[in-house]
């Protein structure tokens, strides 16, 4: 697994509520810090506008391995009650890409969170750097830490959806 080949992780969840709610939970850029994940806390950067494209955000993030940090990200794609994609990192360079999708099906709804990784200049990107023999366990540790985290926020949504709006 190499850092230039992007590699991808991806949670999906069967939630009870409909797609309208569920749309309502996952554009809550807050969700992921009301979990035990790396996001501490959010904040818009721009006026409050919500989940739309050009949209910026500032996320803090902390963990024991790397301290704590934080990056700026910029909504490139919302398919409204669908999918919402955001990149982490310079438009030229980013160092990840994350998103939501929302799909209704006849039990409820389906949704999926990932994450892509890329290879801007970011601190795990200097850490395979001094380290290129290890760049596969690298990757894959980084990849279950953001597995876990996104396990967390799909259970969290599946304990907010059946409560009223």
Known sequence: MRLRDTPTVEVTRRLSCGPERAWELVTDIELPTRTDGELQRVEWLDSPSGVAVGARFRGYNANEQMGEWHTESEIVEVEDGRRWVWRVGPVDAPIASWGFEVDSDRDGTVVRQWAKMHP?????????AQHPDKEGAIIAHRLSVWEKG??????????LADRPA
């Open 150 to 159: 996104m396990t967390a926020n799909l259970a969290a949504l599946d304990e």
């Open 120 to 128: 801007g200049q970011s601190p795990l990107a200097a850490f395979i």
